[in-house]
Nanobody, 127 residues
């Protein structure tokens, strides 16, 4: 069974930065397309960023493009989300997710296509 554990969330001021990490275990990580999603209070979960199995492709939501960077280290079974120029509207619980279909070069943006989810980490951006 796959386990995904996020870390790195916290409280930061507007304009600040955070780096989220998601450590995976249980199956071959290099077979997994990975994604980050977020859910703010009273809102639906939304896509943030996704990366292909070996990191060659990445896709971002328009709201974070140019500010967030997704990356992965398959040797460490970890995916990252570097968040810069944070805004109050980025406040949410951030979740990582894994699609272990093992298809190289594919990025997955739909939450329904992910098999496994982490427990989430809170990011709060103060104004």
């Amino acid at each position: 069974q796959v386990q995904l554990v996020e870390s790195g969330g916290g409280l930061v001021q507007t304009g600040g930065s955070l780096r989220l990490s998601c450590a995976a275990s249980g199956r071959t990580f290099s077979n997994a397309a990975m994604g980050w999603f977020r859910q703010a209070p009273g809102k639906e979960r939304e896509f943030v960023a996704a990366i292909s199995t070996h990191g060659g492709r990445a896709v971002y939501a328009d709201s974070v493009k140019g500010r967030f960077t997704i990356s992965r280290d398959n040797a460490k079974n970890t995916v990252y989300l570097q968040m810069n120029s944070l805004k109050p509207e980025d406040t949410a619980v951030y979740y990582c997710a894994g699609n272990y279909a093992g298809i190289p070069g594919v990025v997955v943006t739909a939450g329904s296509r992910y098999d496994y989810w982490g427990q989430g980490t809170q990011v709060t951006v103060s104004s």
